[in-house]
């Protein structure tokens, strides 16, 4: 079955310091990933989605991903974060065929100033 | 992106009542809307997949009888969770299928409706 492991459950950070959240999937066939975000009180948005084509996506307010097929990972990355990136993200995949998202456990991060 | 409402956004009933959530999708036509449920610190779970003109799909273990979806039109998509009971009390978030840029078809989410079952 297909299923989405997102390895840091509680991401403590410092204004400017870089950031790398892990997400890996399992699933051999063709995949769909995303990449969601959700601030305190607020609903889920989208951050990057990766369908095809380069396998770094950049998406909004100066996020990426890299998807490697190899490693079944599709980790987002953030040169320097701000304190208004405190957050939870989530990691979903979507495979060929279906429509439904498949969540990770979300990872929450808390940039201090 | 897309606009997804959810109303109410907070709801408390007595257990044994019913509550009906509404899912709307405000710029774009859905034949397709999901919904989630989300625990405390957790993630979401797919509760079942909401089929415009058709009965919805759901996920297993989730009782189709107890929490009742129409999707009767392209926008509107509702939850109904009949006797309800304290254990049913959570965050239940619903999103749309948004076909416009397909096949990079992408959902957007509602902002939610906390239930509260007394």
């Known amino acids: 079955a297909q299923s989405v492991s997102q390895h840091n459950h509680h991401v403590i950070l410092s204004e400017a310091a870089s950031l790398e959240l892990g997400c890996n999937y399992s699933?051999?066939?063709?995949?769909?990933l995303f990449w969601y975000v959700q601030y305190p009180g607020q609903h889920l948005q989208l951050l990057l989605k990766?369908?095809?084509?380069?396998?770094l996506v950049k998406g909004i307010k100066g996020f990426e991903a890299e998807f490697i097929k190899s490693k079944f990972s599709f980790n987002l990355r953030k040169p320097s974060v701000q304190w208004s990136d405190t957050a939870e993200y989530f990691c979903?995949?979507?495979?060929?065929?279906?429509?439904?998202?498949?969540f990770g456990a979300g990872t929450r991060l808390a940039v201090h100033p | 992106g897309a606009v997804v409402s959810q109303h109410p956004s907070r709801v408390i009933c007595k257990s044994g009542t019913s509550v009906k959530i509404e899912c709307r999708s405000l710029d774009f036509q859905a034949t397709t809307m999901f919904w989630y449920r989300q625990f405390p610190k957790q993630s979401l779970m797919l509760m079942a997949t909401s089929n415009e003109g058709s009965k919805a799909t759901y996920e297993q273990g989730v009782e189709k009888d107890k929490f009742l979806i129409n999707h009767a039109s392209l926008t509107l998509s509702t939850l109904t969770v009949t006797s309800a009971h304290p254990e049913d009390s959570s965050f239940y978030i619903c999103?749309?299928?948004?076909?416009?840029?397909?096949?990079?078809?992408?959902?957007?989410f509602g902002p939610g409706t906390r239930l509260l079952v007394l």
């Open positions: 979903a995949l979507r495979t060929g065929g279906y429509n439904k998202l498949i």
């Open positions: 999103s749309a299928r948004d076909l416009r840029y397909a096949p990079e078809e992408t959902q957007y």
């Open positions: 699933y051999g066939g063709t995949v769909n």
């Open positions: 990766y369908f095809s084509g380069d396998p």
